[in-house]
């Protein structure tokens, strides 16, 4: 008895097999797809001798891609009576489970003590895939279009299909594409269809698939249009400005302008500001091409862009100062010099002619400019020589000498008696009109030399006879120099002599020599 006794607990159930609740499924075997809600039957059966209240049912098993219920059954359950229920799991379609058999487990918990029991859940093979189109809504003709094409699989399983694109331009096939690919779980098919400077018109872009009998589509339109855009080229203010504005007037940016001079082999791309402008310095005279793109019409323009010339000479106390574009002279220019006493100003009179006073700027290196809004402004040096004023030195030896007046005057012969104060008087008038003819003489038809010595500096002056110009005028002086300049002609010196050369001197013209002595 004895050992009987202790023999009886070795065949005695566990805690679970002692539970009065027994749980049991009324389905061995369910099925579903990613995405589903399976429903599990089940019952519970008390076989206590006592109610039972407050029992918890729950589903156990692979911890990912599934989601499982719990109930609590509040009861309560008599003895020897049953309850029925349903419980459920969803498989999910976001990592889709692969198709297959799973084992679960239902489980009634009541206390300390609780019942499970065991159901197999099938997953099948579950296709769904997802189709997108990135393509943006509206382009501007004359620029490219790119669209990219996506086909990911959303299936548990590998899924082999049939996929294809159309491109529609205002209902007109434009391309069609058809072919046959396979996808893993989560695998994606891209296409980027590139469209080069596409007409314009109205686009519509169509995604297709069909994978395991499960079809789906998807479409995108975009627009391709032209602005009716205008613009306006100019030179001002030492650049080229371009403004390029719609049927409203307002500016249009993001325009290309390739700006190339000619004959330098470079160019510069400008783009438009939002307002609608463009700017481009210059500094070298020339012809400018531009190439604007005006939403895909292209179109070329032609810019001149000059650059003032200046023609500079000294006139006692004024300094002249003519202003030329490359053909003519150009009026109404403002020219400024600058000297050693300050600066002063002038504008170009019809012929394009400044005059001004050198008392104001003073003499010696002066720098001459010019400005305009329409043309390149333009600077030069000149230097000034203060005028002379005292006795001219002797005249200069010119390689084509000028003719003199050769003056002879008689001795006037004794005046008999009787003879009358008359014939002195006639003789006072032919003397005095051969002084006056030999000063007109040098006055009209000779040229005139003044030199003048001021501190260590040298001056000459020549001027040309008012009737007629000067011609291959030559001045040599043995002097010691280190410096000579000359607002006119060729200046040289050689073993110690200063020899100035002109070819030509207008009526009336003059030319100064300046000679720094050492």
Do not use: C
């Not at 007037?249 to 400008?270: D, E, F, P, Y």
């Amino acid at each position: 008895m004895i050992i009987i006794l202790l023999l009886i607990p070795l065949f005695l159930p566990g805690a679970a097999a002692q539970s009065p609740i027994v749980i049991k499924a009324l389905a061995d075997k369910v099925s579903g797809n990613p995405g589903d809600v399976v429903k599990i039957p089940f019952q519970l059966v008390n076989l206590g001798n006592t109610n039972v209240s407050n029992i918890t049912v729950y589903v156990t098993g692979p911890s990912v891609g599934f989601l499982y219920e719990t109930k609590v059954i509040p009861g309560p359950i008599k003895p020897n009576e049953s309850v029925t229920g349903i419980i459920t799991v969803q498989i999910s379609n976001l990592n889709p489970v692969s198709p297959g058999d799973y084992t679960l487990k239902l489980v009634a918990q009541s206390n300390t003590s609780y019942s499970e029991t065991e159901v197999t859940l099938h997953v099948g093979t579950y296709v769904n895939f997802d189709l997108s189109i990135d393509v943006g809504k509206r382009y501007i003709y004359g620029n490219n279009v790119t669209a990219l094409l996506k086909i990911t699989s959303r299936s548990n399983g590998v899924v082999i299909g049939r996929i294809g694109y159309t491109l529609y331009l205002n209902d007109t096939v434009l391309q069609s594409v058809e072919t046959v690919i396979f996808l893993r779980p989560g695998e994606s098919w891209y296409k980027t269809l590139n469209l080069r400077k596409p007409a314009v018109g109205h686009y519509t872009l169509r995604l297709w698939a069909n994978f395991g009998g499960h079809s789906k589509s998807t479409t995108a339109d975009f627009l391709v249009y032209q602005r009716r855009l205008n613009y306006l080229a100019y030179f001002e203010n030492g650049a080229i400005h371009v403004v390029v504005t719609d049927k409203n007037g307002n500016g249009v940016g993001g325009i290309t302008v390739k700006v190339a001079r000619a004959g330098s082999g470079k160019s510069s791309i400008l783009v438009t500001a939002p307002d609608g402008t463009a700017t481009y310095p210059v500094e070298t005279a020339g012809l400018y091409q531009l190439t604007i793109n005006l939403d895909g019409k292209v179109v070329v323009d032609v810019i001149t862009v000059r650059q003032l010339a200046l023609d500079v000479s000294q006139n006692g106390k004024e300094l002249w100062v003519r202003v030329r574009g490359p053909e003519k002279p150009v009026p109404n220019i403002t020219v400024t010099v600058s000297g050693p006493l300050g600066k002063n100003y002038a504008v170009t009179n019809s012929s394009g002619e400044a005059v001004i006073d050198l008392t104001s700027v003073g003499y010696g290196s002066l720098l001459i400019s010019a400005e305009s809004t329409q043309y390149l402004s333009t600077h030069t040096t000149f230097n000034a020589i203060p005028p002379v004023t005292s006795t001219p030195s002797p005249t200069p030896t010119s390689s084509t000498p000028q003719p003199k007046p050769n003056i002879t005057l008689s001795p006037a012969s004794p005046r008999k008696s009787g003879q009358s104060g008359v014939g002195h008087l006639g003789l006072l008038l032919i003397i005095s009109a051969v002084i006056l003819a030999g000063t007109s003489y040098v006055a009209f038809f000779m040229p005139t030399v003044h030199e003048e010595e001021l501190d260590r500096h040298y001056f000459v002056k020549v001027r040309s006879p008012h009737l007629r110009g000067l011609k291959n005028f030559r001045y040599e002086r043995g002097i010691s120099a280190v410096e000579a300049k000359a607002t006119k002609g060729k200046v040289s010196i050689n073993d110690g002599r200063v020899v100035w050369e002109i070819k030509n001197l207008e009526p009336g013209e003059e030319a100064y020599l300046q000679i720094r002595l050492g």
